[in-house]
C-alpha cells in the first residue's frame, strides 16, 4: 500500500500559522497568470468563490458546471447561518474557542493547523460577503445579528432568516459574473465532468459530456480545482437535492486521488420525516430552530395521544435531561443518536414512531408567535407546506437523516489531493471536520478554501511547477476521452432489467 503524501503542516505553533505561512508562499506576476488557464469544477460557494478570486488575480478561469445555472448549486439549499469568531456578542468569543468547538465538534479527529486556519480566517469572510452587499441580520442597531448552532455554548452564527446559503451564493455568484462580464472567466454551464486528465502524474483537464448535445468535450488547463460537493445522496433518502451525486470526486478517485474518511457521514436530527415509499429526498428544519425549538417524546413508550393532550410533567426533554450545559443545542451526532435510540425503545411519534417533537410553544409564549414567526418564517411555511400541520399551533415532527460528509478526497494543507495539480475545495475535500461537524461551519469551510486559501495555495504550486500548455488532442487528453466513451457505451450495452434508482433505494 503506498502511504500518504506530505500533508505540508506548517511548522511552528499553529496559532497564526496560516498567516505565517501565507506570507512565505511564493507568488506569480500579475502578467504571467494571463497566460495561465485554470479549471474550476463547481459553482457552489467553494467553487463560485475560488473562481471570482483567481480571476481577479488575473487568471484565465473556465467554470464548469452540470446545473444549468451557477446559482442552482446546492449551496443555495443552506438555511441556518456560517460561524465566525467575530465577538460581536457580548458571551465571550474567540478565534481560539472556535478552533476548540471545532476540534470538539469532529471528535477529536480534525487536522488541527486547519481548524485554526478556519477559525483565523472566519471574520474576513463575513467582512468579504457583507462587502458584497449580503443581508445578514441586523440588531436594531444595525450590527450584524448572530444566533447559536448546535456544539457551541456562544452565539457566533450569522444568519440570513434561513436563507444564508442562497444569500452567501448569490454573493458570491455576483463576484463570479462580473468576471464572466470582463471576460476572464468563461462559464461553462450543463457540463458534466465525467474523466481527470492526467499527464505524468499530473492533473491537466477533465473530459466532460454537453448535458444539452450529449457532446463529449476536452477541457485542458495548468491546474483542476474540483468543488462539486459532499457525497451524502449514497444514501437514498438524504437532504442534498438529487443532482448532488458526486460522480466528479469519484472520477478522480478512480484516477488515484485518495479518498479519506468515507465513513465519516453526518446524521441531522432535525429532518422530516418520509412520507411514503415514493420519496426521493429529505427536507432539511434548520438546526437554528433548536434555538426557540424544545425537543421531546412521550415519558411512556407507547404513548399515542395528541401532543397537546400530553401534560408536562408527562413529556420527556431528553436533550435538556441529559446535557444540561448544551440543552437542545447538543451536537447533531449526540442528539441524532439520543432521538434514534428512545425512537427505537418505542417513545417514537408519528407513522411508524419515527419522530420526535421540535416545540415552539414556550417560545411563542416568551416571545410573541411575530418574533418568532419573523426568526424563522421561510421555515415555518416550507414545514407547514410539506407536513400540512402549522408549526406555531402544534409542534413540528422530526427525524435524523443523512445529511453532509466530512469525508471526501484527501487533501494536504494547501489543499491539492494526492494527485499533483488536482485541488479540492468545500465539502468535496476530507475538510476540517473531523468525524462529526460543527452546525454551520460547511458554509465557513467552502468560503474559507474559495476567498482565501486556494488562490494562495494554487499560485505557489504553479509558481514551482511551470507546466507548458497542452493540445486538446494530446495523448493523454484522447485516452481519457476513451475512457469516457467506454464507460458510457458500457451502460447502454447492460442487459439488466432493474433501473439503477432500483438499486439506489436499497441504500
Ligand atoms: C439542506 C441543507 C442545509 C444546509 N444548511 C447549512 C447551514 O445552515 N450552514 C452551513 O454551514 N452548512 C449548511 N449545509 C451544508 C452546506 O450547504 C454545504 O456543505 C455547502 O454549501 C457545499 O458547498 P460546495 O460549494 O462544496 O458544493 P455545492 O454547493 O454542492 O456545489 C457543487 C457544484 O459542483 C457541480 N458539480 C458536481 N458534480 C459535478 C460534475 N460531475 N460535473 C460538473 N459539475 C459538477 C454542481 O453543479 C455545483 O455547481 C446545508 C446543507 C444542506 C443539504
Not at 447502454?492 to 432500483?502: E, K, N, R, S, Y
Request: proline residues 6%.
Amino acid at each position: 500500500m503506498s502511504s500518504l503524501p506530505d500533508p505540508q503542516l506548517p511548522a511552528g505553533p499553529i496559532a497564526e500559522a496560516w498567516r505565517r505561512s501565507r506570507e512565505a508562499l511564493p507568488l506569480i506576476s500579475p502578467l504571467r497568470k494571463r497566460n495561465l488557464t485554470l479549471l474550476v469544477v463547481g459553482t457552489g460557494l467553494a467553487g463560485a468563490s475560488a473562481a471570482a478570486t483567481l480571476a481577479e488575480q488575473g487568471y484565465r478561469v473556465r467554470v464548469l458546471s452540470f446545473h444549468d445555472s451557477p446559482r442552482r448549486a446546492h449551496s443555495v439549499a443552506a438555511q441556518g447561518g456560517i460561524n465566525a469568531a467575530r465577538a460581536q456578542a457580548v458571551d465571550g468569543d474567540s478565534v481560539s474557542r472556535l478552533f476548540a468547538d471545532t476540534l470538539r465538534g469532529g471528535d477529536f479527529r480534525a487536522r488541527e493547523a486547519g481548524c485554526q486556519r478556519l477559525a483565523e480566517i472566519s471574520s474576513a469572510i463575513i467582512d468579504q460577503c457583507v462587502a458584497q452587499g449580503v443581508p445578514f441580520a441586523r440588531e436594531y442597531g444595525g450590527t450584524l445579528a448572530t444566533r447559536s448552532f448546535g456544539g457551541a455554548l456562544v452565539s457566533r452564527t450569522f444568519y440570513a432568516r434561513g436563507q444564508t446559503g442562497q444569500q452567501l451564493l448569490y454573493g458570491a455568484y455576483q463576484a463570479l459574473m462580473r468576471q464572466v462580464a470582463a471576460g476572464r472567466v468563461e462559464l461553462l454551464c450543463r457540463r458534466e465532468v465525467l474523466e481527470l486528465i492526467t499527464v505524468d502524474g499530473v492533473a491537466r483537464g477533465v473530459v466532460c459530456r454537453d448535458l444539452l448535445s450529449g457532446a463529449l468535450e476536452v477541457h485542458t488547463a495548468q491546474a483542476v480545482l474540483l468543488a462539486t460537493g459532499g457525497y451524502s445522496n449514497v444514501y437514498f433518502l438524504s437532504t442534498n437535492a438529487l443532482k448532488s451525486n458526486a460522480s466528479a470526486i469519484w472520477q478522480a478517485h478512480r484516477q488515484g486521488a485518495l479518498f479519506a474518511n468515507p465513513c465519516f457521514t453526518q446524521i441531522h436530527p432535525t429532518c422530516i420525516p418520509s412520507g411514503d415509499a415514493y420519496q426521493c429526498k429529505l427536507t432539511l428544519m434548520s438546526e437554528s430552530l433548536r434555538n426557540d425549538g424544545r425537543i421531546w417524546l412521550p415519558a411512556s413508550a407507547g404513548d399515542e395521544r395528541a401532543p397537546a393532550a400530553i401534560p408536562e410533567d408527562e413529556r420527556d426533554y431528553f436533550l435538556e435531561r441529559l446535557y444540561p450545559a448544551y440543552g437542545n443545542m447538543a451536537p447533531r451526532d449526540v442528539a441524532s443518536r439520543r432521538a434514534r435510540e428512545l425512537c427505537n425503545a418505542g417513545h417514537g411519534v408519528g407513522p411508524g414512531g419515527r419522530s420526535v417533537y421540535l416545540d415552539l410553544r414556550d417560545a411563542i409564549a416568551r416571545e410573541g408567535r411575530q418574533v418568532i414567526e419573523a426568526r424563522y418564517g421561510n421555515l415555518l411555511e416550507m414545514y407547514e407546506r410539506i407536513s400540512g400541520d402549522d408549526p406555531t399551533d402544534t409542534p413540528m415532527r422530526i427525524y435524523p437523516a443523512p445529511h453532509y460528509t466530512m469525508g471526501g478526497l484527501w487533501v494536504d494543507y494547501p489543499l491539492m489531493s494526492s494527485i499533483p495539480g488536482l485541488f479540492v475545495l468545500g465539502e468535496a475535500n476530507f475538510s476540517e471536520h473531523g468525524a462529526n461537524r460543527l452546525g454551520a461551519s460547511a458554509l465557513m469551510q467552502g468560503l474559507a478554501d474559495g476567498y482565501f486559501i486556494a488562490p494562495a495555495t494554487v499560485t505557489a504550486w504553479l509558481s514551482g511547477h511551470p507546466t507548458p500548455t497542452i493540445a486538446d488532442d494530446a495523448p493523454a487528453c484522447r485516452e481519457a476521452l476513451e475512457r469516457a466513451r467506454s464507460r458510457i457505451g458500457a451502460l447502454f450495452q447492460g442487459g439488466g432489467t432493474l433501473p439503477v434508482d432500483a438499486f439506489h433505494r436499497q441504500l
